[in-house]
């Protein structure tokens, strides 16, 4: 397959711009008489006309339309390796069932005793979820993964102020996520920042003595961002317990071990999960999402509420708790969402669930043997569902992370994640995730070495690129300090 096109380059005006004469989609009957709005309308809502208001016809729109949707680099489209994102193929099923009459026009507001039927669905996704997660209690209200971590940090700290101490601190590794200093933050801790060791798990020293009275929890990401799992972290639960201080894990990754392994039994004492990652929903530029957070049974009676309760064959919803940390997101959360995750868990099954794991470590490893001789490792140990390479091995030809990513949309794929995670120098981060096939893959291998041969043959070509893009090179800084979000056709040639 070839996979770019340079026959069909187009660069399509905005709708506004188009100036194509009096034209329309359909005629209306002329109106006899005055206009029915200018009985209730004040005067000067009125108008005859909308200055330079786009008139085209059906074929102009469609053709507008599609091209446009061309410009879109997509799932549907191909290979979407961004590491810590976990952009996997979404089944279309799970969208029809989503988008089901039934589901689409319930309203919130609806009489639990006349919505059983949505209530038994988020209650078997409740019980599904604490099956393959091992712990006691779940909510289904955050609407996403940060969000999932500000409800856990409430959660942590609502139990810590009844045993009478809410504590100060928050133990974060090196290698984690962005959102979860964020979290603790916004919750009134002090984010500690605890080294990695060379094999990219925590420095137990480091951790032990950072270990005071004063720490809340350890926020772990496990598989971390390296893809690395803690192999340690059942002395580390153990550590935290014996000081009075709680283990949260950050479930982002859990697609790297559903099925064969649970957080429950690693005395993990609350968890979130990013269902639009690990249980498929299109998801990025902003949502929508959902990030449960399961706990263990000591933090049950703090959950959001109001609960799902099954009572007497009916689903109930308790509105009552004097503990509970209330209510974090209006009615029950993206139930859209929820749906396709319990659609895409019930096809699957438990086989099917472990296999999206196994499926998930294996293309990783696969593109990690076969990208290893060409782009170094700093981490150089068996990942899970993600592989962290970096740009050391390009340096001397003056190469770097960012050239090769853009040179990979030449050869029409969607570049990793780049420079993340921040303790590796030049991180290119690679998460092929278990929908790929070897085919697509071997594809996405074969452009990066390509790309690896340019840069020691021809390295002007990786700083000029993208070449074949409708968007050349980007000055980075001048785009994020003055973005231009309009496309104006005088800016035509520009880079
Ligand atoms: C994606 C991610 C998050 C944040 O999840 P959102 O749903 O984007 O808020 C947190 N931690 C890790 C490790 C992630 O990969």
């Known amino acids: 397959m070839d996979r770019v096109s340079k026959n069909i380059v187009i660069n399509e005006d905005l709708v506004f711009e188009k100036k194509s004469g009096n034209r329309s989609s359909f005629k209306l009957p002329e109106i006899s008489g005055e206009l029915p709005a200018k ?10 006309e909308i200055e330079d208001f786009p008139q085209l016809n059906e074929v102009e729109i469609a053709r507008h339309f599609s091209r446009l949707s061309n410009y879109n680099y997509h799932l549907d489209l191909g290979l979407y ?58 909510t289904l209200q955050p609407t996403a993964g940060a ?58 020293d480091d951790f032990k003595e950072k270990l005071t009275e004063d720490v809340a929890c350890l926020m772990l990401t496990n598989p971390n961002t390296l893809g690395i799992f803690e192999e340690n972290i059942l002395e580390i639960s153990k550590l935290l317990h014996e000081n009075g201080s709680l283990l949260y894990m950050d479930g982002a990754n859990f697609n790297a071990f559903m099925g064969k392994a649970r957080p429950g039994d690693m005395g993990v004492d609350v968890m979130h999960l990013n269902v639009h990652k690990t249980f498929s929903t299109p998801h990025g530029g902003g949502g929508p999402g959902a990030g449960p957070v399961a706990v263990k049974k000591e933090l049950v009676p703090f959950l959001p509420l109001p609960r799902i ?46 296999e999206v794991s196994e499926m998930a470590v294996l293309n990783a490893n696969y593109i990690r043997t076969k990208l290893k001789e060409i782009l170094h490792l700093e981490y150089d140990t068996p990942t899970l569902h993600e592989v962290v390479f970096d740009d050391k091995f ?93 496309w104006k056709k005088s800016d035509e040639g520009d880079k």
């Open 394 to 486: 390009q340096e001397e030809y003056g190469i770097s992370t960012m050239d090769m990513a853009k040179r990979l949309l030449d050869k029409g794929f969607h570049p990793p994640t780049v420079y993340f995670p921040l303790i590796v120098h030049g991180a290119l981060m690679i998460e092929p995730t278990e929908t790929e096939s070897k085919e697509e893959l071997d594809e996405f291998i074969k452009a990066f070495k390509e790309i690896v041969k340019e840069a020691r043959e021809n390295p002007e070509k990786l700083h000029r690129a993208p070449e074949n893009l409708r968007r050349k090179r980007f000055d980075e800084v001048l785009a994020a300090r003055k973005p231009v979000l309009k």
């Open 147 to 204: 969000h999932g971590e500000l409800t856990g940090m409430l959660l942590i700290r609502a139990l810590l102020e009844y045993r009478g101490n809410p504590r100060k601190v928050v133990l974060i590794p090196d290698s984690a996520h962005g959102t979860n200093p964020a979290s603790a933050t916004l919750c009134g801790y002090k984010a500690i920042t605890i080294k990695s060791d060379e094999k990219g798990c925590i420095n137990l």
């Open 39 to 48: 009985n209730f309308l004040p005067e000067n809502y009125l108008r005859d």
């Open 309 to 354: 309760e099954e009572r007497d064959g009916k689903y109930h919803l308790n509105f009552n708790g004097e503990k509970s940390i209330g209510k974090v997101a209006t009615f029950y959360g993206n139930v859209n969402v929820l749906i396709k995750t319990l659609a895409y868990i019930l096809k699957l099954g438990s086989d099917g669930i472990r």
């Open 81 to 138: 390796p961004l590491g810590s994102c976990t952009m996997k193929y979404n089944p279309k099923l799970n969208e029809r069932i989503a988008s089901m009459r039934e589901f689409t026009e319930i309203h919130p507001f609806t009489p639990y005793e006349h919505a059983q039927g949505i209530l038994k669905i988020l209650k078997d996704l409740e019980d599904l979820l604490l099956e393959i997660t091992g712990m006691d209690g779940i």
